[in-house]
């Protein structure tokens, strides 16, 4: 089993910045991709940005393309989703998620291990 720890959300003005944090524990040895996800209230969970663990390949939504970067630290077992220039359409709960298959994480169905999930509002 892999625990996932989602932290970082927060309120900020749209053209603001946050970093989210998500840290691993448990069986961190076998995760293959980790991710972020965001959820707006009544709409579908949306992939957001993935990066492969060992070798660091990345996929990202297109309206999140140069303002968010993910980014990961092997020694803490952490992944980040450094967001810029957040804008209203931005308010979600964010969730992290990890797998330990060989997928290329853009969808939920690709992930075996979620967050509890941290809330982003942008005001504009």
């Known amino acids: 089993q892999v625990q996932l720890l989602e932290s970082g959300g927060g309120l900020v003005q749209a053209g603001g910045s946050l970093r989210l944090s998500c840290a691993a524990s448990?069986?961190?040895?076998?995760?293959?991709?980790m991710g972020w996800f965001r959820q707006a209230p009544g709409k579908e969970r949306e992939f957001v940005a993935t990066?492969?663990?060992?070798?660091?390949?990345?996929y990202y939504l297109d309206s999140v393309k140069g303002r968010f970067t993910i980014s990961r630290d092997n020694a803490e077992i952490t992944v980040y989703l450094q967001m810029n220039n957040l804008k209203p359409e931005d308010t979600a709960d964010y969730y992290c998620?990890?797998?330990?298959?060989?997928?290329?994480?853009?969808?939920?169905?690709?992930?075996?291990?979620w967050g509890q999930g941290t809330q982003v509002t942008v005001s504009s």
């Open positions: 990066m492969s663990w060992s070798g660091g390949d990345t």
């Open positions: 998620a990890a797998t330990n298959t060989v997928v290329a994480g853009t969808i939920p169905d690709d992930y075996n291990y």
């Open positions: 448990g069986r961190t040895l076998s995760i293959y991709r």
